[in-house]
């Protein structure tokens, strides 16, 4: 037994599928859950994470899963990890969070970043 109990909601055959975590390290709940989803008939599957603090072993994981693509915030540097994974794609939170100390050091809100 792997010690991991994935369950969803609802039928995912023919859908895609998003997966979210706040920090993908060892990926193997990520790559576990993404096996489960395609194993019952999900179109395409889709990892998401906060924070992307890959583990060589986790790297390695991801690259031989059924994950189509792997996106992470740049708040740890991916470079390396792009040339070596190829479904990896990062977006840049750095205006985001530049923006957000300028408003709390402001005693201005934080909603409005939030309004998509």
Known sequence: SSGINAEYG?????????IFDDIADACLSIVRTASILKA??????????????FTEEGLELCRASEIDEFVVTETIDQRENLESYGKLQTVDVAMLFS????????????????NL
């Open 10 to 18: 609802g039928n995912v055959e023919d859908k895609d599928c998003i």
């Open 99 to 114: 923006e957000a100390i300028r408003r709390i050091h402001n005693n201005e809100p934080l909603l409005h970043l939030f």
């Open 40 to 53: 019952n008939g999900s179109r395409r599957v889709f990892a998401m994470a906060t924070h992307g603090l």
